[in-house]
Structures are given as structure tokens and as C-alpha cells.
């Protein structure tokens, strides 16, 4: 994850969520960018190639984000993220 860390930052930054569901996302696309650098390494790119093939590949172009914000903005997921905040900040849970 270290390798993508600058790319990753800078996707957490557009994305207009609330936290849990863009660490969600941040989390997913790490796991993503790690497999496709190995996948490109195993044929044969190096680093730099195998690096730059991954953050073609995942396309985090302004529509993705606008899709992938849609997708984690579900009725039930705003409904989970809002309990999760809640749960964080009433002194009384936990």
C-alpha cells in the first residue's frame, strides 16, 4: 500500500463521503492497486511500469468517483454509516 500511498491520499480527497464508506473504498482500492502491481510484475514490467499499468488499470477518473459515490450512498449504507457516527460519538456506548 505504501507504493500507491500519494495516489490513494489524493483519491480520499475528492471523494465527498462520509468516512467509514471512504475508508471502505481507500481500503478496496489498495487491495486492487497491490494485485494489479503483482499481476504486471509477474509479466514481466518493472517497478515503475508495473506501478504506473496499476493506476491506469483502476481508472480513478472523476466518473469513478461520481459512481463509486453513488454506489456507497444507498439508502441502508447511509443508514449503517449513520449509526456508526452515532455510535462513535454518544459517551455512552462503549
Known amino acids: 500500500m505504501s507504493m ?3 495516489i490513494l491520499r489524493q483519491t480520499n480527497e475528492r471523494l465527498r463521503l462520509p468516512q467509514p464508506a471512504k475508508s471502505r473504498i481507500i ?3 489498495a487491495a486492487d492497486l497491490d ?3 503483482l ?4 509479466q514481466g514490467l518493472g517497478e515503475d511500469d508495473a506501478m504506473r499499468a496499476s493506476v491506469d488499470k ?3 477518473s472523476d466518473e469513478t468517483l461520481v459512481q463509486l459515490t453513488h ?3 444507498s439508502p ?3 443508514l449503517l ?5 452515532q455510535a462513535r460519538s454518544d459517551p455512552a456506548v462503549g
Open 27 to 29: 481500503l478496496e482500492m
Open 35 to 37: 494485485e494489479l502491481f
Open 71 to 73: 454506489i456507497h450512498e
Open 58 to 60: 483502476l481508472g480513478v
Open 39 to 42: 499481476f504486471y510484475r509477474k
Open 81 to 85: 454509516d449513520g449509526l456508526s457516527s
Open 4 to 6: 500507491f500511498r500519494e
Open 76 to 78: 441502508l449504507q447511509r
